[in-house]
């Protein structure tokens, strides 16, 4: 059984399709992509699982249980964690403060969410910055804080909404192994990104998004090869007939 | 009456509408609006109609300046946030220093100004129309026409309303926003000159005056949903209305009470009120 | 000595001269002072679960200092409840008026949340002023309520002033009390993460609504107890005094000046501009009427401008640098000895 089924999920926003009848299956263990052109209805599709949104049509399940529909709060409640395209750092706040805020779903004991916090904090290489304030981050240490945060939730599903916008080649590299090393940790990954290099390079599969509809679904190279999306993605002029 | 209440709503709802911000001290403003033509009344003897010529520019630098001094350092403060709750704050501060100011210098008599109009009053089929009244809503309208122009027609107008939609884009596109505020905030107060104005002949003058007016015209922009004109008289007809219908059943007191509570209920149910458009908060 | 043990001997020493004060210091009118400075630190500190760290305004919380006194005085005149259980009792009630009212106003934006509060906070007020029955109960509307003089810890009622002084005193150690126990613990980050980025906080499984609601009924409950303390203290209330804007605006502008959001900034604008009031009143009422709101008006404009987290933030600042100073001096004077 599939870990998140994303089921003929269709999301309309007066009279624009956003998201017109997706099917997606993701795998637990899977790093899943989703790419698009800008525009395309992939971060919809992501809020509609998140719930921030709700679908007007179709359903979404986790582990077999239907999470349609259901809150932002009561979605983490269920171990599905997610970060923001525009990170939303606590900023006020210092980097402990802001990942404790995450642990809390886990525990109610001060100590003890601290010490999950420091952990995560240890894991993603963040912790001897714990104590500065969130609004002195670089973006690039901002990003790591807004996955820090969401992994103190201890999710078992993890969506990233272009975590790696805005980074430079290195830091983009840095996030890559972070991100496999999530995977590695037994957590299932949904990605949407921009980057090609690096979601190609970190996905097991792919499903591409175009006008809201699924129009291709498959490994990297297939889709990187596939004609649709390359008219997708450049127009009808760079389709290279007959390989 | 309700239409008096449209006009000084007017102010308020463009003053929130562009700047997004709340301007507790709109009742305020009003007061200083009446005492001003109180005084040119008393001193020169004119109608206070003709009062208009001075108190109008005098309330429109007024309010220029305030926003200047006093809004504008805060926005500065906290460009990113789109209607920061320190703006509140401050107009707050700024109506108990008008208020308490006006209390400490005037004293708090209640002062009544004769003019050629109080009390007069004519009759329309079987209603008898007060004449001061008549006058105001006759203001109202030639007002409401005139702001309509304005925003839709000159150039400064057009600024006003791009600078409503998104601040910094369009400072980007050449509108200098705080000089654009300025003024929005300055018409909106001179509008509140001319209430005045309007309601020396029949109302009474009194440091705290503003403050019903203030409640009252946040009610009403909130009823009629905030940057839209029509909204704004509207809402003051229907809050006019209760008003004069209520005072039929029960004393004024209780007709507050019903404000009060319709209000709570359009904040619930609609809180774009009945024209305004839904924003993104 | 090091900078931690001199700021822990000065706050033994604060806390010690405060709660011996009424040995030493026994004018009644400086007491009366005092007591209302308290009292005004322990609203201050309730209102701050909501304003400062829900992070929402809220204008109308006179009405729940007012729910608070009313129904202690009217339990106590009608069925002779001691205003100890009434206090309880008000307070409740005044925390479930508050959630109902918290429910739908609390998810409207910043602006749209103060001025329903200012709506519900008039609207009792005018309510109570037009009552004189409510069923059974008096009311009286805008002559207020006379509490029957009858002396005794039972009924609340002291002659001198001070219990009072200890009674308030209590209940701001226990406000502090339970804003610090609530800053450490999980429905403090949930609120603070509520108030700062509502929808980042969502996503990390805060249902921000529940919370703020949550901290507005601990706030009203809290606010209602004062309510009775009120009324006990000066044995007469009527709605121009206990309810309506005016007080709910003193309130809040003494929190955001002190500095919402924080532990010590409510007390510290309490303790600052309360004397502001009482010596104004003094000196002042009957040349210039109304200075002191003058002058909140005023701080309250710059403090907004130039220091927006509350004149706690210098204040602390200023402390700290003194305690380098003095303690870098000793440190200095026993090196060279």
Redesign the interface.
């Known amino acids: 059984m599939a870990l998140l089924e994303i089921k003929n999920v269709s999301k309309h926003f007066g009279g624009l399709k956003a998201v017109d009848q997706v099917d997606l299956s993701i795998e637990k263990g899977q790093i899943f992509g989703l790419i698009g052109p800008n525009g395309a209805g992939k971060s919809t599709l992501f809020n509609c699982v998140a719930g921030l949104y709700a679908p007007t049509y179709g359903q979404v399940f986790f582990k077999g249980n239907e999470i349609t529909g259901m809150k932002p709060w009561d979605v983490c409640n269920m171990r599905i964690a997610r970060t923001f395209q525009l990170v939303k750092p606590f900023k006020m706040k210092t980097v402990l403060y802001n990942t404790m805020v995450g642990a809390y779903i886990r525990s109610t004991n001060p100590a003890e969410v601290r010490d999950m916090a420091l952990d995560v904090l240890e894991r993603l290489h963040l912790a001897d910055k714990k104590d500065l304030l969130a609004k002195s981050l670089t973006i690039a240490d901002r990003k790591r804080l807004e996955l820090a945060r969401a992994m103190a939730t201890n999710p078992e599903m993890l969506l990233l909404d272009e975590c790696m916008a805005g980074l430079r080649p290195n830091e983009v590299d840095e996030i890559l192994d972070i991100v496999r090393g999530i995977r590695d940790g037994g957590v299932t990954i949904f990605v949407i990104e921009h980057i090609m290099r690096a979601i190609m390079a970190l996905s097991d599969r792919i499903a591409v998004i175009h006008f809201g509809e699924k129009i291709v679904e498959g490994t990297p190279k297939e889709v990187s090869t596939d004609e649709r999306v390359i008219k997708a993605y450049l127009g009808d002029g760079y389709v290279a007939t007959g390989n | 009456m309700g239409s008096i209440y449209g006009l000084a709503a007017l102010g308020l709802t463009l003053i929130f509408g562009v700047i997004k911000v709340i301007n507790f001290a709109h009742g305020s403003c009003l007061m200083v609006g009446m005492y001003a033509a109180y005084w040119v009344v008393m001193l020169t003897g004119v109608n206070p109609y003709l009062a208009l010529v001075v108190v109008v520019p005098l309330l429109f630098f007024f309010g220029y300046f305030l926003q200047d001094i006093v809004i504008k350092p805060v926005l500065e403060a906290q460009s990113d946030v789109r209607e920061p709750t320190e703006v509140i704050i401050v107009t707050s501060g700024v109506w108990y220093i008008l208020d308490n100011i006006t209390l400490m210098i005037f004293g708090a008599e209640y002062r009544v100004v004769q003019t050629s109009i109080t009390g007069k009053a004519f009759e329309l089929g079987e209603i008898i129309v007060s004449t001061p009244k008549l006058y105001g809503f006759i203001a109202t309208i030639i007002v409401s026409v005139a702001l309509v122009w304005f925003l839709k027609y000159t150039k400064m107008g057009k600024s006003i309303r791009a600078a409503s939609l998104d601040r910094e884009a369009a400072s980007l596109m050449g509108i200098n926003q705080y000089r654009v505020y300025n003024i929005a905030f300055g018409i909106g107060t001179a509008i509140m000159g001319v209430v005045g104005c309007v309601l020396i002949p029949f109302y009474y003058v009194f440091p705290t005056v503003g403050v019903i007016f203030d409640v009252k015209c946040f009610i009403i922009v909130v009823l009629g949903g905030l940057g839209s004109i029509p909204g704004a008289l509207i809402g003051g007809v229907i809050i006019g209305l209760i008003e004069s219908v209520g005072a039929q059943f029960m004393t004024s007191t209780w007709t507050e009470l019903i404000v009060y509570i319709v209000f709570l209920a359009v904040l619930f149910v609609k809180p774009a009120g009945l024209f305004g458009e839904e924003r993104d908060w | 000595m090091t900078k931690e043990t001199l700021d822990k001997i000065l706050k033994i020493v604060l806390i010690v001269g405060v709660f011996t004060l009424p040995i030493w210091m026994n004018s009644p009118t400086y007491l009366q002072i005092l007591i209302l400075l308290f009292f005004y630190a322990y609203l201050t500190t309730s209102w701050n679960l909501v304003g400062g760290w829900a992070g ?2 809220p204008l109308g919380h006179s009405a729940y200092v007012g729910i608070g006194a009313y129904t202690s005085t009217v339990l106590f005149m009608h069925y002779g409840l001691s205003p100890w259980v009434g206090m309880i009792a008000g307070g409740a009630l005044a925390a479930i008026v508050g959630t109902i009212i918290g429910i ?2 609390l998810k ?5 949340f ?3 509060t ?3 906070g ?2 009792v007020r ?2 109570v ?2 009552t004189d029955k409510l069923g059974p109960f008096v009311l009286n509307g805008p002559r207020g309520i006379c509490v029957p003089l009858n002396e005794s810890f039972w009924n609340f009622q002291f002659m001198s002033k001070i219990p009072y002084y200890y009674i308030i005193l209590i209940m701001l150690c226990l406000a502090l009390f339970v804003t610090w126990y609530m800053s ?3 429905i403090g ?2 609120l ?2 509520g108030g ?2 509502p ?10 609504a529940k919370y703020k609601v949550i901290a507005m009924a601990i706030s009203c409950f809290m606010t209602g107890l004062a309510g009775t303390f009120y009324a006990q203290l000066m044995l007469y209330f009527y709605p121009k005094a206990i309810l309506g ?1 005016d007080f709910s ?1 003193e309130i ?2 003494i929190a ?1 000046i002190g500095g919402r959001g924080t532990l010590a900034g409510p007390v510290l604008g309490a303790l600052i501009l309360r004397p502001v009031t009482d010596f104004s009143r003094i000196y002042f009422s009957s040349i ?4 002191h ?2 002058i ?6 710059l403090v ?2 130039y220091q ?1 987290r509350g004149i706690q933030a210098p204040l602390n600042r200023f402390y700290n640098w003194i305690l380098d100073k003095v303690t870098g001096n000793i440190e200095n004077k026993g090196v060279q000895s």
């Open positions: 929402v305004l739908p106003t409207l934006r910043g602006a749209y103060a001025l329903a200012m709506a519900f008039e609207g005018v309510f002023e037009n450490r613990t999980r980050y949930y603070n993460a700062e980025e929808e980042a906080a969502e996503a990390l499984g805060v249902n921000v804007l605006f809040a502008f955001l210039l009427p109304g200075l709101l003058v909140y008006g005023l701080v309250l404009i907004m401008i927006p």
